[in-house]
C-alpha cells in the first residue's frame, strides 16, 4: 500500500515518475557463496528496462494508444428524445474541453489518456488532481508524478508538474483525485499491483534464460564435463579414519563447488565415469528458438499475438480482424468501464445520476475502418436513426428532410395495408375489380 509516498513494497522513488532499476551486477546482488553466483546473471526487468522485451514493448504501447483515441464526453439527458447527447454549453462545454482537447497547459487530452494506462501498468496506481475553481467547478486536471494515499485521514499527498513550476505538493480530499488502479489490487483494496510486479518472476526466468545462452553461446558450445579417476584414496587406522574422512569429502565439496562455479572441466577423485553437465549447441538453439515468451506476455497484458506481434498475420486474412474484436472486447472494454465510473463517481454527484453522465465513445476505433463503419450506419437506420443523426457523427452537416426516421420491416401480417400499398395481400373474400380484371388483361 502506497502511504505519503511510499509505496506498498516499502520503496521511495528516488524521482517521481521515473521507476527505479536493479543493476543485475550490483553487489547486493551477490551472496556468500565462495567460488561464484548465479544470481549475478539474473537480469530483474523493473520498470522501464522491461521496454527491452519487443513483444511487452508492443503490449503497452497497444494498450495505451488504444485508449488514447478514445473520446471522453460530458452528456446530458435529451429531455425530448430520453437519450445522452453531449453537453457544450457554458461551463459543461469547458468541461468537455478538458476532457477532450487539453486537461492542463502541459499535455492534450490522449497524452493524459495515455500516460493513465502507462502508470497503471508500471506503478499499479495513476493519479489525476482536479484542481477546482472557487465554486467547486474543475480547472484543471493535472497528471501526478508521485503520491500516496492515506486511508485513515481519506485524503492523498500528491505532486505533479504545472505551468507554475514542477514538483508542486498538495494535499487533496479523495474526492479532488481521480484514483485509477490496475486490475491487480492489494488485499486491502486501497491501492493498485504494478503489471509488472506481478509478472516480475515470469520476466526473470525468460531474461536470465537468454542472459544464460548468450554467455554459453560465446563459448562455443564448448560442453563441461567431469573426468574421473578409478582409484580412490585409502586412509590408515580405524578411529581416525571416519573424521579423517569427513574432512577430505568437506574439502572436495567445496573443491567442488568453486571448480563447477568457474571452470569448464571438472577433475575429481575416485570416480570412473565421465558426465556432460552442461548444454550441446543444438539444446542452445531450442532454448533461443523458444517462442513461449511471447504468447505469456500477451496472455498477461491481454492483446493477441496475431496483432502484438508485427507480422505474424497466420494464414487467413480475416484473422487479424477477429483478434481485434477480440482485443477491443476483452481488453479495453473493461478498462473503457473502470474509467467511466472513476470519472462518474469523482465528477458528478449522485444526484446527477440517471440525468448526466461521463461517457467514453469508442467511434475513434472505427475511423479507418470505412466498411465496417458503412454496417454499423446501415444498421442504425434500420434502428431508426435518422440520416441527418448519421451525418453528425461524421461532422458533416444537415440535409432537407433528413430528420425523417424510418423502420425497416421485412414480415407483415397478410392482407396488411403494407402488402396492399404494394400490389398484393388481397384479402381472399375480397372481390376484384373491374378495373383490376381489365389492366391484368392488357
Known amino acids: ?246 574432512k577430505e569429502m568437506d574439502k572436495y565439496a567445496m573443491e567442488l563447488e568453486e571448480k563447477l562455479a568457474g571452470n569448464d572441466v571438472v577433475a575429481m577423485r575416485g570416480l570412473n565415469d565421465l558426465k556432460i553437465i552442461s548444454q550441446t549447441a543444438q539444446q542452445l538453439q531450442l532454448l533461443e528458438q523458444r517462442g513461449y515468451s511471447d504468447e505469456a506476455l500477451c496472455r498477461l497484458m491481454g492483446v493477441p499475438k496475431i496483432i502484438a506481434i508485427v507480422g505474424d498475420g497466420g494464414g487467413n486474412y480475416r484473422m487479424p480482424e477477429h483478434a481485434t474484436q477480440e482485443f477491443l472486447l476483452r481488453t479495453i472494454q473493461p478498462r473503457i468501464r473502470e474509467h467511466e465510473d472513476e470519472l462518474n463517481s469523482k465528477l458528478l454527484s449522485p444526484s446527477d445520476f440517471g440525468k448526466r453522465r461521463i461517457h467514453v465513445c469508442e467511434l475513434a476505433l472505427k475511423r479507418l475502418d470505412a466498411k465496417g463503419q458503412a454496417e454499423i450506419d446501415k444498421l442504425h437506420l434500420d434502428a431508426g436513426w435518422s440520416v441527418n443523426e448519421i451525418r453528425s457523427s461524421y461532422d458533416l452537416p444537415s440535409i432537407p428532410n433528413g430528420d425523417a426516421h424510418y423502420v425497416s420491416t421485412n414480415l407483415a401480417e397478410v392482407g396488411s395495408e403494407k402488402l396492399r400499398s404494394n400490389g398484393g395481400g388481397r384479402p381472399s373474400g375480397e372481390p376484384k375489380k373491374e378495373e383490376d380484371v381489365t389492366e391484368n388483361e392488357n
Open 1 to 246: 500500500m502506497e502511504l505519503f509516498g511510499m509505496n506498498f513494497f516499502g520503496k521511495r522513488e528516488a524521482t517521481p515518475g521515473v521507476p527505479q532499476t536493479t543493476n543485475p551486477n550490483a553487489a547486493s546482488n551477490k551472496s556468500d557463496v565462495k567460488g561464484g553466483n548465479w544470481e549475478a546473471n539474473v537480469v530483474r526487468p523493473h520498470g522501464r528496462s522491461s521496454l527491452l522485451i519487443p513483444t511487452w514493448t508492443r503490449c503497452v504501447t497497444l494498450i495505451m494508444q488504444t485508449m488514447g483515441q478514445m473520446v471522453t464526453q460530458y452528456q446530458r439527458i435529451n429531455a425530448e428524445g430520453g437519450n445522452f447527447i453531449e453537453d457544450r454549453y457554458g461551463k459543461n462545454g469547458y468541461l468537455n474541453y478538458l476532457l477532450q482537447v487539453r486537461p492542463n497547459p502541459l499535455m492534450t487530452a490522449s497524452q493524459l489518456q495515455e500516460q493513465i494506462e502507462y502508470r497503471k501498468i508500471y506503478y499499479g496506481n495513476a493519479y489525476v488532481y482536479i484542481e477546482r475553481e472557487r465554486d467547486g467547478y474543475p480547472r484543471h486536471l493535472w497528471l501526478c508524478t508521485g503520491g500516496g494515499y492515506n486511508p485513515l485521514s481519506n485524503k492523498y499527498n500528491l505532486v505533479y508538474n504545472s505551468d507554475r513550476g514542477p514538483r508542486v505538493k498538495v494535499e487533496a480530499d479523495a474526492a479532488d483525485v481521480l484514483h485509477f488502479k490496475n486490475v491487480f489490487m492489494t488485499e486491502d483494496m486501497y491501492m493498485g499491483i504494478p503489471t509488472i510486479d506481478y509478472a516480475f518472476k515470469a520476466l526473470t526466468i525468460a531474461a536470465t534464460g537468454d542472459e544464460q545462452a548468450l554467455q554459453d553461446v560465446a563459448k562455443g558450445g564448448k560442453m563441461k564435463i567431469i573426468i574421473g579417476e578409478e582409484q580412490q584414496p585409502t586412509f590408515q587406522g580405524t578411529v581416525a579414519m571416519g573424521l579423517f574422512d569427513k
